[in-house]
């Protein structure tokens, strides 16, 4: 069974571009939930997604969003990027329900330069 | 609100020493408890849940956990330690948001030969 993709592995942007990163869950499931990683604040909930809604969101601003497609596939979108939104964006799946543990991609290095 | 901590930031062992890396909870109800390993730019992986019965708990690469309620702990531990698990663990708990996790800042572990 296949795990957990996030592509790309690695981005570049500058400041003032936008970004789309994408996410294919394990095959079944519904949740797609995404994290940013950084030293500074650890492992932060951005968003979920579970049959094309977003069920949660978590403390950061408008320029950060995402969507969920009929094959639970996810993007996140951030806009208008900042030196501070370089970080590890990491998606996770989950189960039929959600609530079940959640699997991890590789993640997305995405540094502003 | 919802939070884990884990109150080591970074533990060094000697290989071959045992281990125990220490998680507390803060939401009383039935905890969805997880233990994930990170290695440098690397996804999270799942060591271990636990969701309900047992308290102590098996998980992946020798590792197990016990869950005490008394305590609102789930430490981790490992009877010897490889040099191999020289990596970052977090502790992360589930169960009040569906498909959110609540993660601790993670504990560094280092391994000595």
């Known amino acids: 069974k296949a795990g957990v993709t996030q592509t790309p592995r690695y981005l570049i942007k500058t400041r003032g571009q936008q970004v789309t990163l994408s996410c294919s869950p394990i095959s079944g499931h519904r949740s797609v939930s995404w994290y940013q990683q950084t030293p500074g604040q650890g492992l932060q909930f951005l968003f979920e997604?579970?049959?094309?809604?977003?069920?949660n969101k978590g403390n950061f601003p408008g320029r950060f969003s995402g969507r969920q497609f009929s094959n639970s596939r996810s993007e996140m979108n951030v806009s208008t990027l900042e030196l501070g939104d370089s970080a590890l964006y990491l998606c996770?799946?989950?189960?039929?329900?959600?609530?079940?543990?959640?699997?991890f991609g590789q993640g997305t290095r995405l540094t502003v330069v | 609100a919802q939070s884990v901590t884990q109150p080591d930031i970074h533990i060094t062992v000697s290989e071959g020493a045992s281990l125990e890396l220490r998680c507390n909870y803060s939401y009383g109800a039935t905890p969805y408890l997880f233990w994930y390993v990170q290695s440098p730019g690397q996804g999270l992986q799942l060591l271990l849940k636990?969701?309900?019965?047992?308290?102590l708990v098996q998980g992946i690469k020798g590792f197990e956990a016990e869950f005490k309620r008394s305590q609102s702990s789930f430490n981790l531990r490992k009877p010897s330690v490889h040099w191999s698990d020289a990596a970052e663990y977090f502790c992360a708990q589930g169960g009040s948001t569906l498909g959110r996790l609540y993660f601790g800042r993670g504990t560094q572990l280092t391994v000595w030969p």
């Open positions: 636990y969701f309900s019965g047992d308290t």
């Open positions: 997604y579970f049959s094309e809604t977003q069920r």
């Open positions: 996770a799946s989950s189960g039929p329900d959600g609530n079940t543990e959640a699997f």
